[in-house]
């Protein structure tokens, strides 16, 4: 019996062969696995070979389409659903997509993940967006949002990245402010968990432990921005009084937004806060595994999607106190 091309790869991949694993896949394009090619497009993406890996990447799982589906060409005004995929730090990734299809001449409307249609519906070129549960006219195109990159022939050089793209609303981030308007130093949000469903999180999700070596850093005040099952972390630990849970106010993602614009530093792990800081134009370090997303490239400190990002990765086999450790020396400099 011949072996799953996809084990192989990622035995590949946990022995730090990249390029042994691309070889895999590209052995195994042939055998028709629509999951061999995804995974293919995605290796060439992480090594930024977007004209190779976006085709590829089509061979995503996409939402259904009835109807037309639109295809790049120009338009008149008609309407175009841009659907919304896979988690929140992917709409809020791919929205930006929504000022180049308005340019085509669309009205766009953004389908949205429940509790972020209000902030994606700030993104230019974007007439509305809708939730799920709530009613629209039947568009006159729709379009899968994660394949507008492929659509438009992104390349590393022509990634729209023009920030912000999304924007708080003011009266929440005056509220903000004067919250925490009364802590001293660097005001440093942290995020160390993403959605434990997610196949991958267990190499993306640092957890609290490796960042409380941070905490000691002086001049700086702390506030966990983290959401969901891994806020549970914090129960039944002492912290100092520099720390602040800002979790059981952050209600959505509008809220979230807002808090971030009083912050001077957000410190994220590969999860949809490094993805909105971003979005926001905020200053936002990215906490990464060895092997990351497609998205965060390989070998750099930067990120062409976001220009306000620095990025902190882990070796391999160096595990999350390494880059952790890192990631303090670094706020060392930055609180002096």
């Known amino acids: 019996m011949a072996p799953d091309p996809l084990s192989a790869a990622f035995q590949r991949i946990e022995a730090g062969d990249l390029a042994g694993a691309m070889d895999v896949y590209r052995a195994a394009q042939g055998g028709g696995d629509p999951r061999v090619k995804m995974c293919l497009g995605q290796m060439l993406l992480l ?100 394949s507008l990159p492929h659509v438009f022939g992104t390349t590393l050089q022509t990634i729209p990245a023009d920030i912000p793209y999304l924007r708080a609303e003011s009266g929440l981030v005056a509220q903000w402010r004067e919250r925490l308007a009364a802590y001293c130093g660097l005001k440093v949000g942290l995020v160390w968990g993403g959605n434990p469903e997610a196949p991958y999180d267990g190499r993306r999700s640092p957890g609290l432990a490796p960042y409380l070596g941070l905490l000691d850093v002086p001049g700086v005040t702390f506030f966990s921005l983290q959401k969901g099952p891994a806020a549970a972390q914090l129960e039944g630990r002492r912290l100092p009084g520099h720390f602040v849970d800002l979790g059981p106010h952050l209600t959505d993602f509008s809220q979230t937004a807002a808090a971030m614009e009083a912050l001077d530093l957000v410190i994220s792990s590969c999860t949809s806060p490094a993805h909105l800081a971003g979005a926001l134009g905020r200053a936002v370090w990215v906490v990464l595994s060895s092997f990351p997303d497609w998205r965060w490239l390989l070998q750099r400190e930067d990120s062409p999607w976001y220009p306000t990002a620095r990025l902190f990765r882990a070796a391999h086999g160096e595990g999350w106190p390494g880059v952790l450790g890192r990631v303090r020396q670094a706020l060392v400099e930055r609180a002096g």
């Open 47 to 146: 090594h930024g070979d977007y004209r190779r890996g976006l085709p590829l990447a089509e061979y995503r799982p996409q939402p259904d389409i009835n109807g037309p589906r639109w295809r790049g060409q120009r338009l008149n005004g008609e309407t175009v659903l841009m659907r919304g995929e896979q988690g929140f730090g992917d709409n809020i990734q791919f929205v930006r997509y929504a000022a180049l299809l308005a340019a085509r001449g669309a009205r766009v409307v953004v389908g949205s993940p429940t509790g972020l249609g209000a902030l994606l519906s700030t993104a230019p070129g974007v007439a509305a967006a809708i939730e799920p549960g709530q009613a629209m006219e039947a568009p006159d195109f729709q379009v899968p949002m994660m």
